[in-house]
């Protein structure tokens, strides 16, 4: 069993910063692709940002040049470091592990942007 714990979600004035992490339990977390979502209220849940076990990333347009996902292998431990946050960033910030024939999801971690 995978379990997926976020943290680093918090309250933040527009233009500021929030670091989020992702520990993950398990031996097979450097094996698989991680990522991170977001679910705004009455909106879909949408990718952020993912990096596989190589290395490769991918965002969202929409934080392109403000959000950075990195990974540390040794910690079990996905993060993202989102600056120039902007107001539309407010949701719930989840991680996610893809693993042959199913995810695993964290319980999200909430991110305001508010003056």
């Known amino acids: 069993q995978v379990q997926l714990v976020e943290s680093g979600g918090g309250l933040v004035q527009p233009g500021g910063s929030l670091r989020l992490s992702c520990a993950a339990s398990?031996?097979?977390?450097?094996?698989?692709?991680m990522g991170w979502y977001r679910q705004a209220p009455g909106k879909q849940r949408d990718m952020v940002a993912i990096?596989?076990?190589?290395?490769?990333?991918n965002y969202a347009d929409s934080v392109k040049g403000r959000f950075t996902i990195s990974r540390d292998n040794a910690e079990n431990t996905v993060y993202l470091q989102m600056n120039t946050l902007k107001p539309e960033d407010t949701a719930v910030y989840y991680c996610?592990?893809?693993?042959?024939?199913?995810?695993?999801w964290g319980q999200g971690t909430q991110v305001a942007v508010s003056s």
């Open positions: 398990g031996s097979i977390f450097s094996s698989y692709r």
């Open positions: 996610r592990i893809d693993v042959p024939g199913r995810e695993y």
């Open positions: 990096i596989t076990s190589g290395g490769n990333i």
